[in-house]
């Protein structure tokens, strides 16, 4: 499938489209925003890409958009005679990771939907769906960046972040997409696999069992909410 990468300007209007493009890289990844990297060579689409001002809006080959992303960082090389511009973009989504959770608060038995309101009302996105709806014991927000609460409550309900660019409304989904049915099989349609783990969401949780007199219970200690565990 062929893909389009347009120049948008600070009121998102289309002022051009990228020309000589090298290579492009969509990078995606569950509850975090997406990241398109654009290499490309010396062209008149360069003087509309700026940096915190610019966004990239990438097209199908139908005409479907498939994200807009905001240039969050531009460089120039020059490699004999070949100038080249490399332009890193991150999804809109990202825009939460600037905004601040103005206060510092508890919540108890609140569902996703309600914690969802709670912080959205500190960030310029409206208030989408949550389709998981289990209660959340506890949890705590304290002037921290919006897309950290959001991807705490996610992780504590099993649920997925999606943005309607339509509509600049975040959503909490069950799960996003579709099983298609496809198959990858090592030495068919798969060339090479590599795993790769990342540590920073990693937490360690101590659960108080026996011991002593009387047992060992930490289930109502007030330093673990109220959760039969504490973390760090």
């Given at each position: 499938?062929?893909?389009?990468?347009?120049?948008?300007?600070?009121s998102?209007?289309?002022?051009?489209?990228?020309?000589?493009?090298?290579?492009?890289?969509l990078?995606?990844?569950?509850?975090?925003?997406?990241?398109?990297?654009?290499?490309?060579?010396?062209?008149?689409?360069?003087?509309?890409?700026?940096?915190?001002?610019?966004?990239?809006?990438?097209?199908?080959?139908?005409?479907?958009?498939?994200?807009?992303?905001?240039?969050?960082?531009?460089?120039?090389?020059?490699?004999?005679?070949?100038?080249?511009?490399?332009?890193?973009?991150?999804?809109?989504?990202?825009?939460?990771?600037?905004?601040?959770?103005?206060?510092?608060?508890?919540?108890?038995?609140?569902?996703?939907?309600?914690?969802?309101?709670?912080?959205?009302?500190?960030?310029?996105?409206?208030?989408?769906?949550?389709?998981?709806?289990?209660?959340?014991?506890?949890?705590r927000?304290?002037?921290?960046?919006?897309?950290?609460?959001?991807?705490?409550?996610?992780?504590?309900?099993g649920?997925?972040?999606?943005?309607?660019?339509?509509?600049?409304?975040?959503?909490?989904?069950?799960?996003?997409?579709?099983?298609?049915?496809?198959?990858?099989?090592?030495?068919?349609?798969?060339?090479?696999?590599?795993r790769?783990?990342?540590?920073?969401?990693?937490?360690?949780?101590?659960?108080?069992?026996?011991?002593?007199?009387?047992?060992?219970?930490?289930?109502?200690?007030?330093?673990?909410?109220?959760?039969?565990?504490?973390?760090?």
């Amino acid at each position: 499938m062929r893909y389009a990468v347009d120049v948008l300007d600070e009121s998102r209007a289309r002022v051009a489209e990228l020309t000589g493009m090298v290579t492009a890289r969509l990078r995606e990844r569950i509850n975090a925003p997406a990241v398109l990297t654009v290499e490309l060579l010396a062209g008149p689409s360069w003087e509309h890409v700026r940096p915190g001002v610019s966004f990239l809006r990438l097209r199908d080959g139908f005409g479907g958009v498939r994200g807009t992303f905001r240039v969050i960082e531009v460089s120039t090389a020059r490699v004999r005679e070949r100038a080249s511009l490399t332009v890193i973009a991150r999804h809109v989504l990202g825009d939460t990771a600037d905004e601040l959770y103005a206060g510092a608060s508890d919540f108890f038995n609140r569902t996703p939907g309600e914690l969802l309101a709670a912080v959205l009302a500190h960030s310029s996105f409206g208030e989408g769906t949550a389709e998981p709806s289990m209660e959340i014991p506890y949890v705590r927000f304290e002037y921290e960046p919006v897309l950290t609460c959001l991807t705490r409550i996610c992780s504590l309900s099993g649920g997925e972040l999606e943005l309607d660019e339509t509509v600049v409304a975040i959503s909490i989904r069950n799960r996003i997409g579709r099983d298609a049915g496809g198959v990858f099989r090592y030495g068919t349609n798969l060339v090479s696999a590599r795993r790769a783990v990342s540590t920073g969401n990693l937490a360690n949780r101590v659960y108080g069992v026996g011991g002593g007199d009387p047992p060992m219970d930490i289930s109502g200690a007030t330093g673990s909410g109220g959760l039969p565990y504490v973390e760090d």
